[in-house]
């Protein structure tokens, strides 16, 4: 059972546009919701993340907007660039005691 | 600084052999996580090694075994391997186990079962 659900699963973006990947849970103790970006060949790293008693957090061009009610959150990728285009996974935990991952969105940013 | 390593970062066995995979968590980091991540899909949590004590296991079978040393690092062990045990076993280390930020990733070591 996904515990974490991730939509879409690909996405092709203009360069300069916006970027936006969706995510689901069910279990409301999950208390935290990284993102992660992950490039070939290398294991994913931390872009961005949220606990549920905010709704929005931005750093930079990445904002996260999560809605508590809905069990839902989402990755929002401001004036996307060539670099950007890599997999990116929500994720979710208790804790930190494991990680769970949705099934992630290749994204193309074209120049 | 150096991050988290994993050796060796490519391996191919053949089914029903043995495989270790070693892990070097971040200097000060005491918390190890493995995951698996078969490709097309997100990470899947195998184990969490906190202070050389197992904290947490996926819904793994008992072919999967870790421990972690005095030192902080890790090794994964897998037996009896099956194709359906080809991936890339990523390695998590955080300063400490059961808080939710801190988690680096290494790049992991790609597994190929054949």
């Known amino acids: 059972q996904q515990q974490v659900k991730q939509s879409p699963q690909s996405l092709i973006v203009q360069k300069g546009g916006i970027s936006i990947i969706n995510c689901a849970y069910e279990?409301?103790?999950?208390?935290?919701f990284p993102w992660y970006q992950q490039f070939p060949g290398k294991g994913p790293a931390l872009l961005i993340a949220?606990?549920?008693?905010?709704s929005e957090k931005k750093e930079g061009r990445f904002t996260i907007s999560f809605n508590k009610s809905a069990k839902q959150f989402s990755l929002h990728i401001m004036d996307s660039q060539p670099g950007d285009s890599a997999t990116y996974f929500c994720?979710?935990?208790?804790?930190?005691?494991?990680?769970?991952f949705g099934t992630g969105t290749s994204l193309t940013v074209i120049p | 600084d150096a991050g988290v390593t994993q050796s060796p970062t490519h391996l191919i066995k053949t089914r029903g052999q043995h495989v270790t995979l070693r892990c070097s968590p971040i200097?000060?980091?005491?918390?190890v996580s493995w995951y698996q991540q078969v490709l097309g899909q997100g990470p899947q949590f195998i184990f969490q090694?906190?202070?050389?004590?197992?904290?947490g296991r996926g819904n793994f079978p008992d072919r999967f075994s870790a421990r972690q040393f005095p030192n902080y690092s890790s090794e994964l062990n897998v037996n009896a391997l099956l194709l359906g045990d080809s991936a890339l076993y990523l390695c998590?280390?955080?300063?400490?186990?059961?808080?939710?930020?801190?988690?680096?990733f290494g790049s992991g070591t790609r597994l190929t079962v054949v």
């Open positions: 994720a979710a935990s208790i804790t930190g005691n494991q990680f769970y």
């Open positions: 279990n409301t103790a999950f208390d935290y």
């Open positions: 949220i606990r549920p008693d905010v």
């Open positions: 200097s000060g980091h005491k918390s």
């Open positions: 090694y906190y202070e050389k004590e197992e904290r």
């Open positions: 998590a280390s955080a300063a400490f186990a059961g808080q939710n930020y801190g988690y680096t």
